[in-house]
């Protein structure tokens, strides 16, 4: 996990939003199997931001699962079906 914030400032750095929107779902995946739901929703947040401005329906579409996946093992499974 500690290389995953350094491959994201060398993407953000090198301006591959598409790569650094991946590595801001990742991160989120990782917060969320490790506990930190809260943050890992924030990355997420991030991440699906980044899909929709680059035109990525793919990594919308996996970051939304995510985020599904989330709310459902919090127990909002409204928000989850959305």
Do not use: K
């Not at 993407?11 to 929107?21: F, L, N, S």
């Not at 801001?24 to 980044?50: F, P, T």
């Amino acid at each position: 996990m500690q290389h995953l914030p350094t491959r994201l400032r060398h993407r953000a750095r090198h301006r591959d939003r598409r790569a650094e929107g991946v590595s801001l779902s990742n991160l989120g995946r990782l917060d969320a199997d490790h506990g930190s739901r809260e943050e890992a929703a924030q990355y997420h947040g991030r991440a699906l931001a980044i899909a929709r401005e680059v035109g990525s329906q793919r990594d919308e579409g996996y970051v939304l699962a995510n985020l599904g996946s989330l709310r459902a093992d919090e127990g909002w499974l409204d928000e989850a079906r959305v």
